[in-house]
């Protein structure tokens, strides 16, 4: 299965970055074909320009500057998120790939005034996040993130395509312990994918 591994993290070093590069050996140890789409690396813009806002319901127009993102996510058949959550949302640089890429005529049609999603090859969707609140902080601000990918976007793929959600809450007060007992978690979901 070719995979989308998306991620989103600026720090070589950082812990996030262990995570994505785990779930991206855990999946091709587990025969996928792994496309990681790391965007800082790629020097992904994600800013949405006027012009962006200008064609956003014009395709192919709309897809034009994006357009091997575009590609690589209509080639997928599965896709998994590999995230920080700040401020209880998605950092800018992916909040702008979705906003970017995921764009009439990609991820939804729209004919008069009815949405239609358009990624149903996806047939499989994960996400590994970090938080740096509690489970109860996330609840309490309605865990916006999980909310995304387990409603939001398991609507735009395949019905009833599983999801997977995997987070390590608390990063501020996390422990060697607790992040290597993540990260084999991760390893052993990875590789169950």
């Not at 991206?24 to 074909?33: D, I, Q, V």
């Not at 813009?45 to 395709?59: E, G, I, K, M, T």
């Not at 239609?116 to 601000?141: E, N, Q, S």
């Not at 395949?158 to 997977?164: F, L, N, Q, T």
Request: overall charge positive; hydrophobic content about 40%; aromatic content about 10%.
């Amino acid at each position: 299965m070719r995979v989308l591994v998306l991620h989103s993290h600026p720090l070589d070093e950082s812990y996030g970055r262990a995570l994505y590069r785990q779930t991206c050996e855990s999946l091709t140890r587990a025969g996928h074909e792994v496309d990681g789409c790391n965007l800082y690396e790629e020097g992904f813009d994600p800013v949405l320009s006027a012009h962006d806002r200008r064609v956003y319901h014009d395709f192919p127009e709309n897809t034009v500057l994006v357009k091997s993102y575009v590609e690589r996510l209509q080639s997928a058949e599965a896709l998994v998120i590999v995230t920080p959550v700040w401020n209880f949302g998605f950092p800018a640089m992916l909040k702008g790939y979705f906003d970017r890429v995921w764009v009439k005529g990609v991820s939804f049609d729209l004919e008069d005034g009815k949405l239609t999603p358009t990624l149903r090859h996806i047939k499989k969707l994960a996400a590994v996040m970090t938080y740096g609140a509690t489970p109860w902080r996330a609840f309490l601000v309605g865990n916006p993130p999980k909310k995304i990918v387990t409603r939001v976007l398991r609507a735009q793929i395949r019905i009833g395509a599983p999801v997977k959600y995997l987070a390590h809450y608390d990063m501020n007060n996390c422990t060697e312990q607790t992040r290597a007992a993540f990260l084999a978690k991760v390893k052993r979901e990875m590789e169950r994918f």
